[in-house]
T-cell receptor, first 115, second 109 residues
Framework: DTGVSQNPRHKITKRGQNVTFRCDPISEHNRLYWYRQTLGQGPEFLTYFQNEAQLEKSRLLSDRFSAERPKGSFSTLEIQRTEQGDSAMYLC?????????????FGSGTRLTVV | QKEVEQNSGPLSVPEGAIASLNCTYSDRVSQSFFWYRQYSGKSPELIMSIYSNGDKEDGRFTAQLNKASQYVSLLIRDSQPSDSATYLCAVTGRRALTFGSGTRLQVQP
């Protein structure tokens, strides 16, 4: 078990392009979270899944953002028509639901730069 | 009012001193509290959790919780230059962890 894995580590894209990030959670973890972190701020909740069901989405997640978790395993986060304001670190975390309120383990993150 | 508030710092302490980091939260239903350490350009790393009032010690780290005052703190004893990082306070919310903006700690050799 190598922990939560995120790819790519870095992504530079031109404004208006679409990007997709992938997160592979710890294998037995049924909950998966996406957060976004901008410089000088703490991580902000975007959305989370329990197995394959997307249970909640933040208001931060505009309709240009979509997340999926097919078969309850890995998850993807897609941003369409990227804007400079989307530049941030995108973090994924997973947890086994039965662990209750244990803290999350984050992946290494994907740093997005929109130019 | 932010849900989780932290002084952004930087908090500067000399090597070997005690660093004290503070956090207040607004949601009284929060039950679990966490401290994460984040080095520049890296993702947050969980270092402490606390669930009940009082102190919890783990090595050089002590977390303190006062639910009546809605206050969480982290003490780092014998601070080392390698402790220089941003420390994020996180509390359980209605759907997911809510994070503060973090306090930047600088330990001077």
């Amino acid at each position: 078990d190598t922990g939560v894995s995120q790819n790519p580590r870095h992504k530079i894209t031109k404004r208006g392009q679409n990007v997709t990030f992938r997160c592979d959670p710890i294998s037995e973890h049924n909950r998966l979270y996406w957060y976004r972190q901008t410089l000088g701020q703490g991580p902000e909740f975007l959305t989370y899944f329990q197995n394959e069901a997307q249970l909640e989405k933040s208001r931060l997640l505009s309709d240009r953002f979509s997340a999926e978790r097919p078969k309850g395993s890995f998850s993807t986060l897609e941003i369409q028509r990227t804007e400079q304001g989307d530049s941030a670190m995108y973090l994924c975390a997973s947890i086994e639901q039965e662990e209750g309120d244990n803290g999350y383990t984050f992946g290494s993150g994907t740093r997005l730069t929109v130019v | 009012q932010k849900e989780v508030e932290q002084n952004s710092g930087p908090l500067s302490v000399p090597e070997g001193a005690i660093a004290s980091l503070n956090c207040t939260y607004s949601d009284r239903v929060s039950q679990s509290f966490f401290w994460y350490r984040q080095y520049s350009g890296k993702s947050p790393e969980l270092i402490m959790s606390i669930y009940s009032n009082g102190d919890k010690e783990d090595g050089r780290f002590t977390a303190q919780l006062n639910k009546a005052s809605q206050y969480v703190s982290l003490l780092i004893r014998d601070s080392q230059p390698s402790d220089s990082a941003t420390y994020l306070c996180a509390v359980t919310g209605r759907r997911a962890l809510t994070f503060g903006s973090g306090t930047r700690l600088q330990v001077q050799p």
